[in-house]
């Protein structure tokens, strides 16, 4: 029943929750999700119980576009987990993950054996720890060219290069206009930019808790 193309939309929807392996090969899956690419998002449950099956390969590819690496929505972030375990995750894919804003995230990237040298090599001449969980306290020597190639990866390469000392001033500026807010945080308490800055004010103190909370799920 769950493969059946006459199925209705809604009913397909809610069987891809309880049966996934039967329902994610449903001949009519593919058309409505051209017809509407947020379709697996309209339930909360529908990534998830796909995560718990091999899906066929053209689902796979939906699911890679699926992930939203600005989010930290309990849904992401279990497909980021899923994706960054896969052996056939592609090379982009990883490093997209291994620079994402949650460390369980880059850690699992990071051990993914697909994963790009040139990936974990910049994140840590960047200051990751090799874990890609924590930025390390004595940062190596590193090009300003590196620093660019390592804020470029994601977010992630973004924040170490936010905080790194010797970031240039051209590199530091382009980060203020970061679409995410962990950057911009993590920016404003760079050395150079902190001693020209205001103290923040109650309620400012209080969104960037919200955030570096949000950042941490």
């Not at 006459?6 to 009913?11: G, P």
């Not at 690496?69 to 992401?76: A, G, I, K, P, V």
């Not at 279990?78 to 460390?103: E, I, N, S, V, Y």
Request: glycine share 4%.
């Amino acid at each position: 029943m769950a493969r059946n193309p006459a199925l209705t939309r809604d009913l397909a929807l809610a069987l891809l929750e309880t049966y996934p392996a039967d329902a994610s090969h449903n001949p009519a899956l593919p058309l409505w999700l051209l017809e509407q690419p947020d379709l697996l998002r309209l339930r909360p449950r529908t990534i998830p119980a796909l995560l718990s099956i091999d899906p066929p390969a053209w689902l796979l590819s939906v699911l890679q576009d699926q992930w939203n690496e600005h989010s930290s929505e309990r849904t992401d972030v279990l497909l980021g987990k899923w994706l960054a375990r896969r052996p056939d995750t592609p090379a982009w894919l990883l490093t997209r993950l291994c620079a994402c804003g949650h460390p369980g995230t880059r850690y699992l990237a990071s051990r993914n054996p697909e994963v790009p040298y040139k990936t974990l090599a910049l994140l840590q001449a960047a200051g990751s720890d090799p874990d890609l969980r924590l930025p390390v306290r004595r940062r190596p020597p590193t090009s300003s060219t590196q620093l660019r190639e390592a804020a470029a990866l994601g977010v992630w390469g973004a924040q170490l290069v936010a905080s790194h000392p010797r970031a240039p001033e051209e590199l530091l500026a382009e980060l203020a206009r970061h679409p995410s807010p962990a950057v911009t945080e993590t920016l404003a308490r760079h050395p150079r930019r902190a001693a020209m800055a205001p103290p923040p004010g109650p309620a400012a103190r209080l969104t960037q808790g919200a955030q570096r909370l949000a950042s941490w799920k």
